[in-house]
């Protein structure tokens, strides 16, 4: 997880920079962008002025970000609108040459991880898969599949309003007058 607070109050959605002060608000955003796969990205992100030079900077080349003839088990996707027979699930665009029919029926728009079935037949005019929780690549196969971004309103809701039980890992701040990171000794992560 990313957290990104300002020391000004933020409340509400990312309505983005309208004037000075708003710089945490265009971070967060760019960060969302740069984590979101390049195929996905003119699903979630429409043309905005915070994202205006967001183009220029380097794609991640992590594990969910994979390219149209890569072989993954998982896949990011959005969920088409497109129609399904019925008992059938919906169809996702992953990022591949083919649609892949899901186990489930999805509301249109909704971002999904899809787990892949084995490669089908080359005649064959979809892929099937599975849709799992995001975290699933994580936790079951030991795969980074990205991270989230949260924006607090203060210094104090980043730790206060923490969504994990036990808090934090690992909570590194910045500062022209800290410790070099080179020289921390890092705990080990729960």
């Known amino acids: ?24 608000v ?7 962008y740069l984590e979101c796969p390049q ?22 080349d992590s594990p969910h970000h994979v390219r149209i003839d890569e072989e993954s088990e998982y896949r990011e996707g959005v969920v088409l609108v497109r129609p ?15 649609e892949v029919q899901i186990d489930k ?23 099937k898969g599975l849709v799992v929780s995001s975290h699933h690549p994580r936790t079951v196969s030991g795969l980074y599949w990205g991270y989230s971004v949260r924006l ?3 210094l104090s809701a980043v730790f206060a309003e923490c969504p994990f039980k036990e808090g934090y890992d690992l909570s590194i701040g ?13 705990p080990p992560f729960r």
Do not use: W
């Open 26 to 32: 265009q971070l967060a955003r760019i960060l969302q």
């Open 152 to 154: 607090a309103s203060c």
């Open 39 to 60: 195929y996905l990205r003119k699903s979630f992100f429409p043309k905005h002025q915070d994202l205006q030079f967001a183009g220029l900077l380097n794609p991640l």
């Open 84 to 98: 399904a027979k019925p008992g059938r699930g919906s169809f996702v665009n992953c990022g591949m040459r083919k």
């Open 174 to 186: 910045t500062s022209e007058r800290g410790t070099s990171v080179d020289q921390v000794a890092l």
């Open 105 to 127: 029926k999805l509301e249109a728009g909704l971002r999904v991880t899809v787990r892949l079935e084995k490669q089908p037949s080359p005649d064959s005019k979809t892929r």
């Open 1 to 24: 997880m990313v957290l990104v607070f300002c020391f000004r109050t933020v409340e509400g959605e990312f309505e983005g920079i309208k004037k000075r002060g708003h710089a945490c």
